[in-house]
């Protein structure tokens, strides 16, 4: 008589662990511009869906700093960030962060991009699809 026992891996999955829901498609989003406008419009969540805001990287050619802000439409502020420039006091640095738990977008909401100056400003956000 023999016992034995199996191991079995679970997949992998690419949003955070934990209560997922599927909705039958890949849950991962990612969104990149240039722009110089003083409004830019980041994402808008879809209807049905959350968008959560997990990873942020932000730059500027521009020589000097950029004040940038995101925000819904409704004036509220998820974050603000000074970013230098080439030529200001302080060596050019890209912002990037990697959050854990994010920020989220509510269903039918748009996240903008404040750069009141119209400074040269990159940007690259990425994050998951959740249920509202």
Known sequence: ??????????????????AAVSMGENP???????STAPVETVFTAP?????ILTDLSLTTRYDWSADIELK???????????????????????????????IRVPQGQSLFLHNPAGRDVAFTASGYYAQP
């Open 47 to 51: 209807t049905g869906r959350d968008m």
């Open 28 to 34: 991962l989003w990612s969104h990149g511009k240039r």
């Open 72 to 102: 819904l439409a409704d004036g509220t502020i998820l974050g603000s960030w000074i970013i230098n420039g080439a030529h200001s006091s302080h060596s050019a640095v890209p912002v990037s962060m990697s959050m854990t738990s994010g």
């Open 1 to 18: 008589m023999g016992l034995g026992f199996s191991l079995a891996s679970s997949p992998a999955v690419g949003y955070p662990a934990g």
